[in-house]
């Protein structure tokens, strides 16, 4: 069964940097798209993509929120992907989920974001609070 173990969240304040990471288990041999989706707080708040990676080639998915702040890596090895992200705003605040999807491909994976339901493993989330 596959699993996956998010760390890193905690509070900062605005300007300041954290670096999320999420290590699968459970499977060997399959090349996967993985990394973050996030959901602010609030009922009715859909989960967002925000970056994606896919394992064979390196093909990145970015949400536009986040472009040139935040970055996206992996130690396929280890499978485990990492998000640093720099010059956090307070929109940035929500729980980051690590998602995990085993059937696609690189193109697949750098369009993916849009759709949480492309993603069928999740792990159990990691709060980020960013503070004005």
């Known amino acids: 069964q596959v699993r996956m173990v998010e760390s890193g969240g905690g509070s900062v304040q605005a300007g300041g940097s954290l670096r999320l990471s999420c290590a699968a288990s459970?499977?060997?041999?399959?090349?996967?798209?993985m990394g973050w989706f996030r959901q602010a707080p609030g009922q009715g708040q859909e989960r967002e993509g925000v970056?994606?990676?896919?394992?064979?080639?390196?093909?990145?998915y970015y949400a536009d929120s986040v472009k040139g702040r935040f970055t996206i890596s992996q130690d396929t090895a280890k499978n485990s992907v990492y998000l640093q992200m720099n010059s956090l705003k307070p929109e940035d605040t929500a729980m980051y989920y690590c998602?995990?999807?085993?059937?696609?491909?690189?193109?697949?994976?750098?369009?993916?974001?849009?759709?949480?339901?492309?993603?069928?493993?999740w792990g159990q989330g990691t709060q980020v609070t960013v503070s004005s």
């Open positions: 998602a995990a999807d085993l059937a696609h491909g690189g193109t697949w994976c750098s369009r993916a974001g849009g759709n949480p339901r492309n993603f069928g493993r």
């Open positions: 459970g499977y060997t041999g399959s090349s996967s798209c």
């Open positions: 970056a994606l990676i896919y394992s064979g080639g390196g093909s990145t």
